[in-house]
């Protein structure tokens, strides 16, 4: 079946650093959605991505969408204590499931 | 507002002991998704409905039940549940399965 791998697992990050998160799927993707779950909460929605190649902006996050649509990235620039959390693509191959990755979870030293 | 809500929060109970875990949207939203959520593992799908009386397998179906009688509610039923249930539980809803998922709280479960 489809699998949604993300790298890595684990990010520390100085606070003020960029970083950078990669989600790679098994198969082609219709879409891919990006989610963060902050520390004891729910998984809330990002932005979603659908064009091969397509690159959105959300400030300081920057998410592109790989051209043979099967990996996506999620890049945050001067990172803040605020980015702290989980981050997990979410994937829609052919069919109606989305499969998450595993998630990076981010923590930030200030 | 627009919510998802999860009943119980939390809840600790014993082998074989059937449970159900409400999920309720406000959104009149047709897709509706139950997740469970492992450290390590990320979320994957229990079941999904695209609509009323309409469900199918996620990734991790064994050992649950799903119903949907109403567009607003997608109850999570564990006939009779085992150690390895023990996670944390999400209920998710969307607009359709291509748009953005809302999430509800989460229930916490351990059985024992």
């Known amino acids: 079946g489809q699998q949604v791998m993300q790298i890595p697992q684990y990010q520390h990050v100085q606070e003020g650093e960029d970083f950078t998160t990669y989600c790679n799927s098994s198969t082609t993707l219709s879409n891919i959605q990006w989610y963060k779950q902050r520390p004891g909460g729910h998984p809330v929605f990002l932005i979603q991505l659908v064009k091969s190649g397509e690159v959105k902006k959300q400030k300081r996050l920057t998410f592109q969408f790989g051209e043979a649509k099967k990996n996506s990235s999620l890049h945050i620039t001067a990172t803040q204590t605020t980015d702290v959390g989980t981050y997990f693509c979410a994937g829609k191959a052919a069919g109606n499931k989305l499969t998450f990755g595993g998630g990076t979870r981010v923590l930030v030293k200030p | 507002e627009a919510q998802v809500t999860q009943n119980p929060r939390y809840l600790i109970t014993v082998t074989g002991k059937k449970l159900t875990v409400t999920c309720s949207q406000n959104?009149?939203?047709?897709?509706m998704s139950w997740y469970r959520q492992d450290p390590g593992l990320g979320l994957r799908q229990i079941y999904y409905s695209m609509n009323v009386e309409v469900t199918d397998k996620g990734d991790v179906p064994e050992g649950y039940k799903v119903s949907r009688k109403e567009k607003r509610n997608f109850p999570l039923i564990l006939e009779s549940p085992s150690p390895n249930q023990t996670s944390l539980y999400f209920c998710a809803s969307s607009g359709t399965r291509e748009y953005e998922q809302y999430f509800g709280p989460g229930t916490r479960l351990t059985v024992t």
């Open positions: 959104m009149n939203h047709e897709y």
